[in-house]
Nanobody, 125 residues
Framework: LEKLVESGGGSVQTGGSLRLSCKNN??????MAWFRQAPGKDREAVAS????????LYADSVKGRFAISRDNAQASAFLQMDNLKPEDSGVYYC????????????????????WGQGTQVTVSA
């Protein structure tokens, strides 16, 4: 049983929207985040959310277009992506950690020890 299961990827045109979901089937986590990786590029952070408080962090490149949310009862996090651009294309990964403290550094990949398999997002011009 996969511990983090992503869904919701797909193909859209520029300006379109997608909603990604990440279901945690493992142990209790306190922070969940989304990262993405385009071909030939390094993995980059997109957004994170502190599950107890809902505090969020966003990469500058997605502020105002993407929104991260969570449903503690379902142990899930979501990423609503609006006004998508071709440069948003890539494999999107859900990540989670048991670290209970919110921190301004929560967009660092090394803070997460649980990762999903990834879901492809393709935005065409």
């Amino acid at each position: 049983l996969e511990k983090l299961v992503e869904s919701g990827g797909g193909s859209v045109q520029t300006g379109g929207s997608l909603r990604l979901s990440c279901k945690n089937n493992g142990y209790t986590v306190y922070k969940m985040a989304w990262f993405r990786q385009a071909p030939g590029k390094d993995r980059e952070a997109v957004a994170s959310i502190h599950m107890p408080t809902g505090r969020m962090l966003y990469a500058d490149s997605v502020k105002g277009r993407f929104a991260i949310s969570r449903d503690n009862a379902q142990a899930s996090a979501f990423l609503q992506m609006d006004n998508l651009k071709p440069e948003d294309s890539g494999v999107y990964y859900c990540a989670a950690t048991r670290d209970p403290q919110f921190a301004s550094s929560d967009l660092l990949a090394e803070k997460y020890d649980l990762w999903g398999q990834g879901t492809q997002v393709t935005v065409s011009a």
